[in-house]
Every structure is written in structure tokens, then in C-alpha cells.
């Protein structure tokens, strides 16, 4: 039975290292974008969206721009992976009003954190800096501060010893642009059960969507089906 457990754990870790490693071999980042200047932010019932400034999106063309919904969890390892590939070319679409983004944040790493609850605080987190109201919000707050907590160096590791405190959470954000408000309402865990039924909602979708029920993050949706991350050209192929 022991070797058994063994094999079986070993197939998940080629499994798991093999789905990365393809991503890396894949990767396309873009490398002239670091930072947002120009998206804005909502959120409604826990979903953030970015979105470009309304003369960029069309509002006086007329165009359509595409949306997509993004699955993270706070904690992931491979969103952090798709974040350094993919980050600035999302962040560039939305910029020049190309594209609109919505994030949907799970927990379902919770209990992989040391505080057994750092995915549920980030996503809480993500709502109360893409809630800012006026023009701060719309110098690229919320993508910049997710940018940030994506990052090596930043993100907590899955299973890890540590992870950060909500002070420290509003410390980043105060660091990337936001007010105290935002810093209040992350230390305050103001926004704490929003983020799980907005989790619970996210999971039950993605189960939904994907074969067999087999769900994981990161994921993004277009138009109700599951996009191809391991093609390099997944985004272009939808701006195109």
C-alpha cells in the first residue's frame, strides 16, 4: 500500500512539474510593460474588473473588446508562473483598451498557508484595492498591486512556513498607490466573507466548466469555455 501511495504521489509531482515546465517552455512574457498606468477598476459581488479608459475601449468607435475571466488563488505557484509570463501582456491589453479582464479569487489553498486562511485574506485584499474610487484607481492601482503580489519574493510558497499579515498585505498596497481606506479595509478584514462566497461561486463555475471536473488555477474563460494556457499565443489568438 506504501508503494503504491508512493507511485501514485510521484505520477502527481511529474504531472504537476510536467503542466510548468510546458508553461515555461511556452512562455511568452512581455518584457516593455511592468507597470499599468492607464486601467481602472470595479468590483461587483467580489469579481474585480480591469478595464482600459472608455475612449481606449471603443466608447466613441464603437469596437467590441473582448472579456475574459482569470481563476487565481492568492497562493498558487503556477499563477505566479503565469503571472511572469503573461502579466504584462494582459496588463498592456487592458492599458491601450484591448481587452477587459475579470478576476475571480479562490481559496481553496487556505489550508496549504501557514495561517491557514492567506488565500481568502488576499482575495478579500484584491476587493478592497480595486474598490479605490477616482483617478487614483484609474493609474493602473489594482493591476500594479496584483502584480506586486504575484511576484517572487512576495508571494507566500504553498505549504510554506510563513505568509503575510494583513498589515503587511496593506503595506504593499499602500506601497503600490492606495489610500489608507484601502489599508483599513484589508487590516479590518472588511471584505473577508465576500471573498469565500465569492471563492465557493468561482470553484463551483470553474467544476463546471472543466473535463471532468478537474479544475485548478490559474484559468481564464471566454465566452463560457476554458482557454488553452499552455499555447503561448493564447492571448494574441484573442485580440486578434
Known sequence: MIIGIVAVSLIVVVLVAGFVMNRIENAAPVSDHPTSVSSTSTVSDGVVT????????GGNSGTSVPTIDL??????????????????????AVDEGKLTVNY???????????????????????????????TLAAKGLFLN?????????????EGGDTDLSNAEIAAIARK????Q????????GERIQQAKRTAATSAATLKAL?????WGTPGAVKDGKLLNLNDRKWLSNELS
Open 104 to 134: 475571480h479569487f479562490l481559496n481553496f489553498l487556505d489550508q496549504k498557508s501557514a495561517s491557514r486562511d492567506y488565500s481568502t485574506r488576499a482575495a478579500a485584499a484584491f476587493q478592497c484595492v480595486a474598490a479605490v474610487p477616482g
Open 181 to 188: 481606506s484601502a489599508a483599513t479595509c484589508i487590516t479590518s
Open 50 to 57: 480591469a478595464t482600459g479608459s472608455p475612449v481606449a475601449v
Open 71 to 92: 481563476y487565481e488563488d492568492g497562493l498558487c505557484p503556477a499563477c505566479q508562473q503565469f503571472e511572469s509570463q503573461f502579466g504584462q501582456q494582459v496588463m498592456k
Open 145 to 157: 498591486f496584483h502584480t506586486t503580489m504575484f511576484s517572487k519574493g512576495t508571494q507566500p510558497e
Open 210 to 214: 472543466a473535463p471532468n471536473g478537474q
Open 176 to 179: 503600490a498607490g492606495a489610500p
